[in-house]
Structure formats: structure tokens, C-alpha cells
């Protein structure tokens, strides 16, 4: 590993398991989608704030694959609050400069949603001063058993050798493929786990964590943690410079 990757300064990609935003409602005598609609502002606050701080990938968990056990009433609201996020940013997403794009199994999702996707997905396509990634209905494990399955398709047919398989062989067939692996990953709430969010990718990745709720996360707080991950060193296994 060089000199120059062990000093990194600002984070090139960061993701954020934006968790807390049911105990911010609970907290006020509200409803738990009261807390999402809230957290949905924040979304937007930081995805602004990237550009400044340097940040060129964006990787917000927003529903994972385990979210199906909530609620219907919730998973219903959390749906519908995608679709509406989607349709209020298009606008200034676009015209932004962010490329977005979304990981996750698709095939559970209600195709005008999936539709939406697509759609924003394309109409983003040429930009490239911000990547933002969205992960919705996404789980590592999810997704590393869905990589399997299409490798071993490509085997069946010939395509792939077993012996060419390496760790880009698999980066190539996740979600992911065309990303950088993740710098640095947050977690507000002062909950310290990863709940199945880009094991493979975050293999080097360093952890934030925050006890901010989501809700109150503010684009400063997300400044004073990207401070806080330039004074860390990075070794990759390899002895101190
Ligand atoms: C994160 O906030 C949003 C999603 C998981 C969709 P939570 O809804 O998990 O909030 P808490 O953890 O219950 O406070
Ligand atoms: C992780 O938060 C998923 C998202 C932020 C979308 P959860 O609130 O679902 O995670 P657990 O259940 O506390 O592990
Ligand atoms: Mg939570």
C-alpha cells in the first residue's frame, strides 16, 4: 500500500446508517413516520453538503432488507416517503450535478417505485460532481447471496472460469460494481453495529460512530467528523510510516 493512501485526509466515500429517527418521534409523542419525514430533511441537508466538504460518494441507508419486519402502517409510510423524495428532488438533484443511484433487491419493491428509480437513475446518468448512492431494500448478505447466484449462473454457461474468480471478480457482480469502497461509515443513534450494511466493502472501512439521532444531524456535525477521520491513520495491515 502507498504512503499516499495511508494519509488520506478527506474521505473520498462515506456512507451513513441514518438510525434513529423512530426514538426522535417517540421522544415528542409522535408517530414514528413523523421522525423519517423529519429524517428526510437531514437527507437532503447532507447530501448539500458534500460537494464543500470534499465528499465525492455518498451512501445513505435509508430501508434494509430486515425493515420488512416493522409495522405495515411504517413500512407503508417509509415507502411512500421514498416515492416522494424521489419526486421532489428530482428537480434539484439534476440540476446539482449528484448522480444517483440505488443498491438493494429491486424485485420486492412496487414497480412505480422501481419505475421512479430508473428513472432518476437515467436522468442523473451525465452527472458527476457528487455520487450518491441509495440503499433500499439492501442487505450485504442479501446482496452477496444474489452476487453468488449470478456468478454461478455465469460459470453454468461459460462464461467465467472458477479458477479466474478474485475479490474483483466479486466486487464486479455486487450492487456496488461501480463504486469505490467506502472510506468511512457513520452511524448516529449511538447504536454501535453495522446491521448488515456493505460487510464486503467496508473490509478497510473506518467506523464513526455519533449519538446523534438522525433527525438532528446537522451538516456541521457531519463536518466534525470528517475532521475527526483526518487525524486517523490508516495502515491496511501494512506498519506505521
Ligand atoms: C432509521 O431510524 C430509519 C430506518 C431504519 C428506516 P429507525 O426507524 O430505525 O429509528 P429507531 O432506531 O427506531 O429510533
Ligand atoms: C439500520 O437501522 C437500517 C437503516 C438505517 C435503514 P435499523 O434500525 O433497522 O437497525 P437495527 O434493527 O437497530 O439493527
Ligand atoms: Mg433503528
Redesign the pocket.
Known sequence: MAAKDIQQVTPEHVAII???????ATRRGMP?LY??RS?ARRVREVVRACPDLGVRYLTLY???TE?WKRAPTEVEG?MALFHRYITSETTELIDSGVRVRFIGDRTKLDPKLVSLMTQLEADTKPNDLLHLTIALNYGARDEIVRASARMAEAVRSGCLLPDDIDGDTICGYLDTADLPDPDLVIRT?G?TRVSNFLLWQSAYAEYAFTPV??PDFTAADFGEILLSYGARERRYGAVAQ
Open positions: 441514518m438510525d434513529g429517527n423512530g426514538r426522535w414514528r421522525g423519517h429524517g435509508a430501508f434494509s425493515n417509509l443513534s447504536e439521532l438522525w
